[in-house]
């Protein structure tokens, strides 16, 4: 059993920190931190904070849907990610859930 930690950062798509999207940034931040990896995903639809349901209709909504940034981190990689985060000034939410994380071997 490990003791690693998956985090959950949600982004709105069109949302930019320091010239890029926040969820290149996220993943350029990872990486420069030396996380073993990270990926982003898109979401069809969703609400957050605002209880304001945006959904992806074509293109009459480009850039309104949450992107979600993930990382598998140890408890310190985890601190380290939400203490830079906070000294951009960037207020993400977040989720942290334990994880069970390990190779298969053939």
Known sequence: MS????????????LRHRGLLAYEWLLELGR?????????F??????GRHHRLREEHF???AGEVPIEV???VTD????KLIETI???????????????????RT
């Open 70 to 72: 993930g990382f598998l």
């Open 42 to 47: 898109r979401a069809i639809a969703g609400f």
């Open 86 to 104: 906070s000294a951009e000034k960037l207020s993400l939410f977040y989720i942290r859930i334990p994880v069970d994380a390990g190779l298969t």
């Open 3 to 14: 003791n690693d930690f998956y985090m959950k950062f949600y982004v709105q798509e069109k």
């Open 32 to 40: 420069r931190q030396g996380l073993r990896g990270g990926s982003a």
């Open 76 to 79: 310190e990689e985890g601190q």
């Open 59 to 61: 293109f009459e909504l």
